[in-house]
């Protein structure tokens, strides 16, 4: 008898080790789907930061700024720097009228646009995504303290006086969007 009880309780021991085991792997499973779906829902919301500064003759560069904080002061800007904090997939291309021409046709990512001479009167900005165009780049200036519509998609911020002459700009806001 005492065998047979013997081979029993080793039966009933080797059974409940291997639920043991099961039930680890089932809740590894689990852990490792919710951990993945954190993951997705992190990437889905995530948008990058942007960052900018201003620079006129008078004051220099200012801080840099982020995500639709106003940069500039009321002085007349001459130069602008921008850039994207995690740029692994993105080009950020922009470009900036001074001179009543504009500069080189395109500025990369953290390049000056300006010559810290010549006030600039213009600016335009856009995101390649190289995935799928994922962000737009919203942007707007101050030009004797009226701000203009927010712009995107590389669309110029014109603003004219009376006698059909471009305004310095004074201030700039940036921000990405989905």
């Known amino acids: 008898?005492?065998?047979?009880?013997n081979n029993r309780t080793k039966r009933t021991i080797s059974i409940y080790k291997k639920e043991i085991v099961l039930m680890i792997i089932a809740i590894g499973l689990l852990l490792f789907s919710l951990g993945n779906l954190i993951i997705i829902n992190y990437k889905k919301n995530y948008v990058p930061t942007i960052m900018y500064r201003t620079y006129t003759k008078e004051k220099g560069w200012t801080k840099w700024?982020?995500?639709?904080r106003t940069a500039g002061n009321i002085y007349d800007i001459t130069a602008i720097q921008v850039k994207i904090d995690d740029n692994k997939d993105k080009r950020l291309v922009y470009s900036c009228l001074y001179k009543d021409e504009w500069g080189k046709t395109v500025y990369n990512s953290n390049e000056v646009c300006g010559n810290k001479k010549d006030k600039i009167r213009s600016i335009r900005l856009k995101v390649?995504?190289?995935k799928n165009n994922y962000y737009n780049v919203n942007y707007r200036v101050n030009k004797k303290d009226k701000w203009t519509t927010w712009f995107e998609n590389f669309i110029p911020t014109y603003t004219w006086d009376k006698n059909n002459k471009t305004l310095p700009i004074k201030k700039v806001q940036i921000k990405l969007v989905k």
Do not use: A, H, R
């Open 1 to 5: 008898m005492n065998s047979i009880e």
């Open 65 to 68: 700024m982020k995500s639709g």
């Open 128 to 130: 390649s995504d190289l």
